[in-house]
């Protein structure tokens, strides 16, 4: 972690001369204040990561009667496949939220063995397996039952579960700061160092076009 956290400081140190070779004024210490605000951004985003990973995200695991209250309580969005594994079709529906569980860090993907949870499978009025219920802030706001939503058939396509819980808003897309790797953190801060200076230089009267650069007025 302190090598990855070193390296974001030189790219990022890197980047502020470059700008600063570009821009050429004495912006020096606007640049620090930039370069110290990513940095802990970048810090609070790997923390965040850190624990969200620690409770259980980025992984499909199993949960205990004793652990469910605090599990689905925990997290933002959830998502809990309450199984047997005799059944076939909830072993093909662990292979999918194993896949998703992968794909969408923010929510955390688990499975109860029905029988070891039989108060919170009263509780929920869990009655055909598989049930997969969806849970925002610790409440249950959606449930699919069966394959029925899925095109009743036992090889659909991840796809239609997928879609069925982004229109549920059980799964959300990745945003930059917690997964997006499209673009390189070397790119992004200087883009927006480039903007910042910009303006900055705009609002103290500094800004130098081409068309001055070529005027015949000395």
Known sequence: EEEEEEEKRRKT??????????????????????????????????????????????SYNPVSEEEFLTAVTSSYLCVVHFAMDEFERCRILDKHLQSLSQK??????MKANAPDLPFFTEKLN?????C????KNGVAFDRIVGFEELGNKDDYKTMALEKRMLDAGAIEEEEKDIG????????????????ELSNRRMKRGFHKTESDEDSDFD
């Open 13 to 58: 140190t890197t980047v502020s001369v470059n700008v600063l070779d570009e821009g050429g004024d004495d912006d020096e210490e606007f640049v620090r204040q930039m370069q110290k605000k990513r940095l802990e951004q970048l810090k609070n985003a790997q923390k965040l990561r850190f624990e969200m990973e620690r409770l259980g995200h980025g």
């Open 180 to 195: 997006d790797e499209g673009k390189k953190d070397e790119q992004i801060d200087k883009e927006e160092l480039m903007r």
């Open 132 to 135: 997969l219920i969806l849970f």
């Open 104 to 109: 969408y860090f923010k929510t955390r993907f």
């Open 126 to 130: 869990v009655k055909v397996l598989p």
